[in-house]
């Protein structure tokens, strides 16, 4: 069945990037999602591709989708302490109108 | 626009008591979501709607149940709370549109002792 897979954490120096990875088995994915969840908050979407491209930048964010292994990362560049979270990997598959969600990285940034 | 709005941010209940969880948007949304989120855990679907009137199942909808009877307003009812619902709701909304971002609202967290 469907399934998303993400290590549970993650611990980086500030000012280093942070790669987080993600793992996905449906095939007819069209779009795949990083979203952040702070503490006591909800959940806010971050970026998106879009199954037919390879890589997508946004300021200090790099997507990277390679469809042939179903792996997804999440590169943020020059990590801050404002980036502590946990940052949750999404897939919709097809015209589905579910999203199917992977458990969250948990990122910890030190000084 | 608010966004989505919970209604209560926090509730404690006793076994066996029933509660109703708000949540509201005003985005005009067509697609609803009721998530819970366990200490630690990801999120898992309870219930989903397509449109007013419409409403679906999702993995864990057992002691659960929702109604929409407008585009805004999609409550949760808890009937007999058990320990077990012990956990954070989130209600979350989307456009319909192509790249299916879903907005989520701030959470209501709920112990059931």
């Known amino acids: 069945g469907e399934d998303v897979e993400q290590s549970l954490f993650l611990s980086v120096r500030e000012g280093d990037s942070s790669v987080i990875n993600c793992t996905y088995t449906?095939?007819?994915?069209?779009?795949l999602y990083w979203y952040k969840q702070e503490p006591g908050a909800g959940l806010q979407l971050l970026t998106y591709i879009f199954s037919n491209m390879d890589m997508k930048q946004d300021q200090r964010l790099t997507v990277l989708l390679n469809k042939k292994d179903k792996h997804l990362s999440l590169r943020i560049a020059d990590t801050q302490t404002g980036d502590s979270a946990i940052y949750f990997c999404a897939e919709r598959a097809g015209n589905n109108r579910k999203l199917i969600w992977g458990l969250g990285t948990s990122l910890a940034v030190n000084p | 626009n608010a966004g989505v709005t919970q209604t209560p941010k926090f509730r404690i209940l006793k076994i066996g008591q029933s509660m109703t969880l708000q949540c509201t948007q005003d985005m005009n949304h067509n697609y609803m979501y009721w998530y819970r989120q366990d200490p630690g855990m990801g999120l898992k679907l309870i219930y989903y709607?397509?449109?007013?009137?419409?409403?679906d199942k999702g993995e864990v909808p057992n002691g659960y149940n929702v109604s929409r009877s407008t585009t805004e307003d999609f409550p949760l009812r808890l009937e007999l709370a058990a320990p077990s619902q012990t956990s954070v709701y989130f209600c979350?909304?989307?456009?319909?549109?192509?790249?299916?971002?879903?907005?989520f609202g701030p959470g209501t967290r709920l112990t059931v002792t």
């Open positions: 709607s397509v449109g007013a009137g419409i409403t």
């Open positions: 449906d095939s007819s994915s069209t779009y």
């Open positions: 979350a909304s989307i456009a319909g549109t192509e790249n299916y971002e879903q907005y």
